[in-house]
């Protein structure tokens, strides 16, 4: 078989899709997921997306949950692609124009897609993609933040936000920490495991504990997403 008649493979379908298709759809892909209208226009005018022929034939015959919600968090990303400025649309035509840049951006964009565990955190992934074409982040920056985008609790970024937030000290008073000296809040934790806090340091401080700190990486990411 040439590669012409080849069929591509899913990283590949993906790529076509979001650089050479979608802006060609006529179809605001966001409204559609708004009216929660996907599993309809699979069959309809999404249905001729590379990215979507690709996934059913994963599937074989229609579509299993996984296969569903990996194209949900896909037309989500592709939202992003649609509404940004020509800047970045350029900007990322042209990366994408480089052979072997291509196929490692869509290797890592499949693998993050697939494995993003809530919905919510595909728009904060395509801000973490947009910030690496516009320069803001390195592509070490761009690979780490994507996999720390993996490891937490999205529902709980707003705790996050408010630590970075608040004073560098809090009163011990304040309703915050347990009987030990803890904080109270142990959704922090899974945020400081996943390197976007510092443990110990010149942090929060009460009855000898150290807790957590702030970091120059938290910070970046919460900028990234437009949360500070």
Do not use: W
């Not at 040439?2 to 493979?9: A, L, V, W």
């Not at 379908?13 to 605001?28: A, C, N, P, R, W």
């Not at 993003?116 to 595909?122: P, S």
């Not at 690979?143 to 937490?152: A, E």
């Amino acid at each position: 078989m040439s590669d012409k008649d080849r069929e591509p493979d899913i990283s590949e379908s993906l790529m076509i899709t979001l650089t050479d298709s979608v802006g060609d759809l006529g179809i605001d892909v966001g409204q559609l997921l708004l009216n929660d209208l996907l599993e309809e226009t699979l069959n309809g005018t999404l249905s001729e997306l590379p990215i979507v022929k690709s996934v059913y034939a994963l599937g074989k015959t229609g579509l299993a949950i996984r296969e569903y919600f990996f194209l949900k968090k896909f037309l989500r990303f592709v939202t992003g692609l649609q509404s940004a400025d020509d800047e970045l649309k350029r900007k990322h035509k042209e990366a994408v124009s480089n052979p072997k840049l291509r196929k490692e951006i869509a290797e890592h964009l499949t693998n993050i897609l697939d494995r993003i565990d809530q919905l919510n955190k595909t728009e904060a992934f395509f801000k973490i993609y947009s910030a690496y074409f516009t320069q803001q982040i390195s592509q070490k920056e761009f690979l780490g933040y994507s996999y720390v985008l993996l490891k937490i609790d999205f529902d709980n970024i707003e705790v996050l936000k408010e630590f970075y937030c608040q004073e560098e000290s809090v009163d011990k008073d304040k309703d915050v920490y347990d009987i030990e000296g803890h904080l109270k809040n142990y959704s922090l934790n899974n945020f400081a495991f996943a390197g976007l806090l510092a443990i110990g340091g010149q942090g929060l401080r009460f009855k000898g504990f150290i807790g957590f700190s702030k970091n120059a990486f938290g910070e970046k990411f919460l900028k990234i997403l437009n949360l500070l």
